[in-house]
């Protein structure tokens, strides 16, 4: 079971960026999805979180600017990045509670970060 991140960049300010995460392998069930990020000396954060009934909630810097969504049919979770900001720049991860087959309950799963750099 992994997740696999793709469509981070370059992109000038005040553009938009799609990204998108996939699970793949042997999985039974997925639960709450999220995106999160790091910048260069700061912690990771979360950026976007939703629930596998779609419920979301996002970090007060990205409101009104991001939107997380989710394809249960294709195991994929998305972030539409608009109106970016310098401030933006990060390596942006997914992260998913994925049930595996064979397992007995939910588990952690991360995936490779995405780089997303924003130019003034």
């Known amino acids: 079971v992994q997740l696999q991140a793709s469509g981070g960049g370059l992109v000038q300010a005040g553009g938009s960026l799609r990204l998108s995460c996939t699970a793949s392998?042997?999985?039974?069930?997925?639960?709450?999805m999220a995106w999160y990020r790091q910048a260069p000396g700061k912690p990771r954060e979360l950026v976007a979180h939703?629930?596998?009934?779609?419920?979301?909630n996002y970090t007060d810097s990205v409101k009104g600017r991001f939107i997380i969504s989710r394809d249960n049919a294709k195991n994929k979770v998305h972030l539409q990045m608009n109106s970016l900001k310098p401030e933006d720049t990060a390596v942006y991860y997914c992260?998913?509670?994925?049930?595996?087959?064979?397992?007995?309950?939910?588990?952690?799963?991360w995936g490779q970060g995405t780089q997303v750099t924003v130019s003034s």
């Open positions: 992260n998913g509670d994925l049930w595996a087959r064979g397992s007995t309950m939910y588990t952690e799963y």
């Open positions: 392998g042997r999985i039974f069930d997925i639960n709450a």
């Open positions: 939703i629930t596998n009934g779609g419920n979301t």
